[in-house]
């Protein structure tokens, strides 16, 4: 394995290492050079090299890099490492897509390495002989299933881990603005001076109807329908019909300029009177506003709308009309029905497992509160499902992908192979071996089921008759970051330190190539053993 980078790719033919114990004894290592022209990592297995002679590789001091080339061209090379079988590699890592660069403030590698793969939707895990693996995809199908009727396994167990489960939550929020207006209307007494209204308000307008404004229903008017004409009603507002016990009503449909409905009025008809809210009032907020400028002050926290000293009260047969946009809260459940079915289907009762609410009265409106929502059951709502089964079956590996069938469990799904272990059952040979298989996957999918990263814990066994619920909290942590940045591309050295940037330059000097085994006497950039390089 090695690092290494090209000038020009496409004048490359090949790259070739050749190691070994001498001239004679070694074994060419083919490297693939690929088109990036950055550094690449590069990695060759050497049970697949062609060898010439007998290598002694206990005694490894001969080492050539070979190169063909149609044009010119420069190789730098960073480091050889020759790892024996077993050993922590690379050989299942895939390259990211390329970046600029990485912000790791003291992060552990897991995090460093978590945070590589959901920025690019890779997974990752390290398997049963500790290597790891880092790719975009896993497409390593085992080489059988086991269903039903395949006769290649006992003892299958599965099990669902509901420690951290959640598919439904209670969001509440601040308040929302209603779209549409809602109206109020009130008769005086002679005493009252102060309305308490149904909810929360903005946008307050007031109107009074003191019998000052008045019109008279004209002929075919029902006891909801009215004809009047040029009426100047529109949909909403109130008329109070005076010949019928001052019965109020709203105007529920304008069919045209001389027509409108309302609720029906008992013996409604033509010649009936009726007035309007055509007296304008002015309001303002209690407390805050001037009392001596406004016919009215309001609270809208305390819902209450007061009449001011100025404003005469309201006598019996005398109205006064509120209309508002409501402020209401918002209070939202939110259920992933999928996640919900799927664990009623693995016997897990009527598979809801409620989160804790959330509270935040910075949400404004319903969508807000959904979303908030939404992500916290993706969260939560994918709940780890894990097995063994027994086999005597050879070929399966950690991180193979095996399905799994048996209508009695309810399972049906696509499974990672976890772990694997051998033990010898008793026979004439001692040569019969039995394999313990360990799998797992989420309730939609291995691929978000390697990217939760953790183990499962207080499972609980199938069991058609339970009824499960549990609650999750949530812990939401700050984190802040460090940066420092040093371009990369050859032998570049940079002073590096934590502190915030300043105006002060960092001088960066790089050695025209080509360099040579030789100590640093005499060169600008220290140079390395193992560094070396060929060019032009």
């Not at 022209?37 to 297995?45: E, S």
């Not at 992500?375 to 079956?393: H, L, M, P, S």
Request: net charge negative.
């Amino acid at each position: 394995m090695g690092w290494f980078k090209t000038s020009n790719q496409a004048n490359i033919t090949s790259l070739t290492v050749r190691l070994g114990s001498d001239a004679s004894n070694y074994a060419d290592f083919t490297i693939n050079v690929g088109t990036p022209t950055d550094w690449q990592y590069t990695r060759t297995k050497a049970t697949t090299v062609a060898v010439t002679g007998t290598p002694d590789w206990t005694a490894t001091d001969y080492a050539q890099l070979r190169i063909v080339q149609t044009g010119d061209g420069q190789v730098k090379w960073n480091g050889l490492r020759i790892n024996s079988d077993g050993s922590f590699t690379l050989f299942n890592v895939e390259p990211t897509p390329n970046f600029d660069d990485l912000r790791s403030p003291q992060l552990k590698p897991t995090s460093l390495i978590n945070q590589l793969s959901k920025t690019w939707e890779y997974v990752w895990y390290i398997d049963y002989v500790r290597d790891i693996h880092f790719r975009d995809k896993e497409n390593d199908a085992a080489p059988f299933d086991i269903d039903e009727t395949s006769n290649n396994f006992t003892d299958l167990s599965v099990e669902v881990d509901t420690s951290n489960i959640g598919n439904r939550v209670i969001v509440r929020g601040g308040e929302k603005q209603s779209e549409s207006t809602y109206a109020q209307v009130f008769e005086g007494d002679n005493t009252v001076r102060e309305w308490i209204l149904k909810n929360k308000f903005k946008n307050l307008s007031i109107t009074v109807d003191k019998n000052t404004s008045t019109d008279t229903m004209e002929a075919g008017t029902t006891t909801t329908a009215v004809n009047a004409t040029t009426h100047g009603l529109s949909v909403g507002d109130h008329i109070v019909n005076r010949t019928r016990s001052n019965a109020v009503r709203e105007v529920l449909t304008v069919p045209d300029p001389d027509s409108f409905t309302v609720e029906a009025v008992s013996g409604q008809t033509n010649g009936d009177t009726f007035s309007l809210f055509a007296t304008t009032k002015t309001d303002g907020i209690e407390g805050i506003t001037d009392e001596t400028t406004v016919d009215y002050v309001a609270n809208s926290n305390e819902k209450s709308v007061r009449a001011t000293a100025s404003e005469l009260t309201l006598d019996t047969a005398e109205f006064i009309r509120f209309e508002y946009n409501e402020r209401v809260p918002i209070q939202i459940q939110y259920t992933d029905s999928g996640s919900a079915n799927a664990l009623a289907a693995l016997g897990l009762g009527d598979g809801i497992f409620d989160l804790d609410p959330i509270t935040d009265s910075n949400i404004e409106d319903v969508n807000t509160a959904i979303s908030i929502a939404e992500a916290r059951v993706a969260e939560f709502g994918n709940a780890v499902i894990t097995g063994t089964f027994k086999t005597d079956q050879k070929g399966l590996l950690a991180g193979q992908i095996i399905h799994i069938e048996d209508s009695n469990r309810s399972v049906n799904n696509d499974y990672v192979i976890q772990k694997i272990s051998a033990k010898q059952k008793h026979g004439t040979h001692f040569d019969y071996m039995e394999y313990t298989v360990t799998f797992g996957t989420t309730l939609f999918g291995w691929i978000e089921f390697m990217q939760k990263l953790i183990r499962t814990k207080d499972s609980i066994q199938l069991n058609v008759d339970d009824i499960v619920e549990t609650y999750a909290t949530s812990n939401e942590e700050v984190e802040t970051s460090e940066i420092n940045t040093v371009q990369a591309g050859g032998i570049k050295s940079a002073t590096q330190s934590e502190s915030v940037e300043t105006s002060e330059t960092n001088n960066i000097y790089e050695t025209i190539p080509p360099w040579q085994w030789e100590t640093s006497t005499g060169q600008s950039v220290a140079t390395r053993w193992n560094l070396f390089e060929w060019g032009s």
